[in-house]
T-cell receptor, first 111, second 115 residues
Framework: EPEVTQTPSHQVTQMGQEVILRCVPISNHLYFYWYRQILGQKVEFLVS????????KSEIFDDQFSVERPDGSNFTLKIRSTKLEDSAMYFC?????????FGPGTRLTVL | AQSVAQPEDQVNVAEGNPLTVKCTYS??????LFWYVQYPNRGLQFLLKYITGDNLVKGSYGFEAEFNKSQTSFHLKKPSALVSDSALYFCAVRDSGSGTYKYIFGTGTRLKVLA
């Protein structure tokens, strides 16, 4: 069964460094999403992406964040200058027929 | 604006007893409703969804949920709880009238099934 994959599973970085989180959505899906979950708390919407552009973003998704689909399969989330409060689980999802399929997540730890 | 409420931070139930995890929602259009389960240090695992049709929806692992439009609720239920059901449960809604596909998640309910 096809699934969404994410790499790395855990990323540790120093405050102020750039990180890129990678996702491979399910191949025939067209809408892609990033969500964030801080330490077992609420899952928060960050951004949605369709047809190679952002279709919606939350107030969390400020200028430090960007998304790209560089090669037609990968979908990346970049944080330019990480802050301590960016430490969280980041989930990628893709959608088909009203159902979102979530990846296993990347745990980002900012020291 | 769309929102989801899970009024209980934690639900404790004895193994073999029925369980209910509550969820209420607020949307402007028709709701698309979902339940996900999360085990420690794992991703979000889909349990069931309501899009249209029968109000009683059956999902994975013996879980079911009932869509109640008048009460704007979508409570998750299981007739007989297992210790292995202990996990964090999230309700989510998508507002079909909002022009957005994003999900809004509740704050989560931790289910503890006691042996």
């Amino acid at each position: 069964e096809p699934e969404v994959t994410q790499t790395p599973s855990h990323q540790v970085t120093q405050m102020g460094q750039e990180v890129i989180l990678r996702c491979v959505p399910i191949s025939n899906h067209l809408y892609f999403y990033w969500y964030r979950q801080i330490l077992g708390q609420k899952v928060e919407f960050l951004v949605s992406f369709y047809n190679n552009e952002i279709s919606e973003k939350s107030e969390i998704f400020d200028d430090q964040f960007s998304v790209e689909r560089p090669d037609g399969s990968n979908f990346t989330l970049k944080i330019r200058s990480t802050k301590l409060e960016d430490s969280a689980m980041y989930f990628c999802a893709s959608i088909l027929r009203n159902e979102q399929f979530f990846g296993p997540g990347t745990r980002l730890t900012v020291l | 604006a769309q929102s989801v409420a899970q009024p209980e931070d934690q639900v404790n139930v004895a193994e073999g007893n029925p369980l209910t995890v509550k969820c209420t929602y607020s949307v402007s259009g028709n709701p698309y409703l979902f339940w996900y389960v999360q085990y420690p240090n794992r991703g979000l695992q889909f349990l069931l969804k309501y899009i249209t049709g029968d109000n009683l929806v059956k999902g994975s692992y013996g879980f079911e949920a009932e869509f109640n439009k008048s009460q704007t609720s979508f409570h998750l239920k299981k007739p007989s709880a297992l210790v292995s059901d202990s996990a964090l449960y999230f309700c989510a809604v998508r507002d079909s009238g909002s022009g957005t596909y994003k999900y809004i998640f509740g704050t989560g309910t931790r289910l503890k099934v006691l042996a």
